[in-house]
Structure formats: C-alpha cells, structure tokens
C-alpha cells in the first residue's frame, strides 16, 4: 500500500509531501504494513515539524526508532516500507529515497535501485516465466518464498539493500539530493507499482501530470488499476510480483520561498 502526507513547515510554508510504500513482514508479526507505514508517515511529518530544519536522515531515523517503539516491532521481524521525502527550503530543494519509491524532477529521476541491483536469481526466474507466459501459478508463489528468503538475508546489512523497518540505522543509507530551489518548479512523488505501470502505459508526461489535481491524479491511477486484470491479467507484459500493485502518487508544484 501506499501512505501520502502532507505538511507545510513553519513561517515560510515549507511544503514536505512523503509518500511511502509498505510492505509486509517476511515472518507473522501482529502489525500489518499499513499500520506500520501509517504510524512512520506520521512520526516523519511530526518530527520535521518539530524540528524543521533537522536533516532529513536525521528526521527518518528518529521516526523509525519511535515507530518500532510505539508498535513493539525488533530488526528482522517487523513490517517495512519504502520512503521518499521532499522538502522545500528558501533556496534548495532537498530529496530523500530509501527503497525503490521514485522522485521525478523536472530532467532526473531519484530513486534507490539498491535492492533491484542485488540481482536475485529467483527475481530474474519469475519475470522470465511471467514474460513467458506462465501466470501467477504455484511455483511463482515458490519463487516468492524463496526471494523473501534472499531479501531478508540482505536487508539493512553492509552490501544488500536498506529499507525502514525496525533499524533507525538504515536512515543514514538513504539516498539524499539537494537542488537548487530555481531548478525544480515541480516534482512527483510515486510508489514503484505507480511508476512502472504509468511508464508501461506511456502516462509518463511528468510535467502534465505534476499538473493533475487530486481527481485527475487518482483517475490515472484507476487506468492503471483497470488495465492490470483487464489486460494483462497473468503479468505477461509487465512481470510483477502481484497481479495487483498498490499505488500512490503525489504531484506538487513549488512556488519559490523568499529568503
């Protein structure tokens, strides 16, 4: 699922959207990963408005460490969740990534290719069979066993990959941007399940999309929902771990801040 928020920061309305991605804990744990990515949002945006001028790492890490407090949740055994953050300031713009949720800037994508870059056998294997033909069928769901397995074993360690779960740690692994507050008039803000689909069905107009009111934002969400059982049910034209990808996005446009 996807978790968006909103906040304007302080004297000079400092616009911070976060748009996160939670998934579920390899092992049962008695917190589902919306819960989890509901609490984090909210710790992430009261923290920095505590603190507006704290580093965004530093804002992450304290909400993650709150967030495993306050559900009981310990490293290993704790639902995760991507996160990007973006902070408008009088004259930067500063971008925050940790998991594979997208930031797209007027000529540059921001994202966190770590996990995808681990090259997993058993992720290549299931694209390949979807591609093929295969569907969503039993040994798929192996296949997904097995590369939770391999991505437990790499989250959050020297040379996997880094997520927010139940280690404050993983916040100093983030992916962090700065630009200058001119060159960026306007961003967008997705889940990895948005982005892809949106770029297979070629609604990557990002600049007519950081457009989009909240109506026209969801309607191309729904095109996107609509065409993963109407048309490419079994994966076969875009491979995806789930027939069905939750999806969020956030559109903003940023208007400059006197010094």
């Known amino acids: 699922m996807g978790i968006f928020g909103w906040r304007t920061l302080g004297f000079f309305q400092v616009v911070v959207p976060v748009v996160?991605?939670?998934?579920?804990?390899?092992?049962?744990?008695?917190?589902?990963?919306?819960?989890?990515?509901?609490?984090?949002?909210?710790?992430?945006?009261?923290?920095?408005?505590?603190e507006p001028e704290a580093e965004l790492s530093a804002a992450l890490a304290d909400a993650i460490e709150a967030t495993a407090h306050e559900l009981g949740l310990k490293p290993g055994r704790s639902?995760?969740?991507?996160?990007s953050i973006l902070r408008q300031r009088p004259d930067r713009v500063g971008l925050l990534a940790l998991g594979d949720s997208v930031i797209v800037l007027p000529g540059e994508v921001v994202t966190d290719e770590r996990i995808d870059g681990l090259r997993l056998a058993q992720r290549d294997e299931y694209r390949r069979r979807l591609a093929a033909g295969s569907g969503y069928d039993d040994r798929h769901r192996e296949l997904l066993r097995q590369l939770q397995t391999e991505q437990a074993e790499r989250r959050n360690v020297e040379g996997g990959y880094w997520i927010a779960?139940?280690?404050?740690?993983?916040?100093?692994?983030?992916?962090?941007?700065?630009?200058?507050?001119?060159?960026?008039?306007?961003a967008v803000l997705a889940t990895d399940g948005a982005y892809t689909t949106m770029t297979r069905l070629r609604l990557d107009?990002?600049?007519?999309?950081?457009e989009a009111n909240e109506t026209g934002l969801a309607a191309l969400l729904d095109r996107c929902q609509v065409w993963e059982p109407d048309v490419d049910p079994d994966g076969r034209q875009l491979p995806r771990a789930k027939r069905h990808d939750d999806k969020t996005i956030a559109a903003v446009h940023l208007d400059h801040i006197p010094s």
């Open 20 to 50: 996160l991605g939670g998934a579920s804990a390899f092992i049962p744990v008695p917190v589902s990963a919306q819960d989890y990515a509901a609490y984090l949002g909210r710790r992430i945006i009261g923290g920095l408005a505590a």
């Open 205 to 210: 107009d990002w600049p007519q999309v950081a």
């Open 165 to 186: 779960e139940a280690e404050p740690k993983a916040a100093e692994h983030a992916l962090q941007v700065s630009r200058p507050a001119s060159a960026v008039r306007w």
């Open 79 to 83: 639902p995760s969740s991507t996160v």
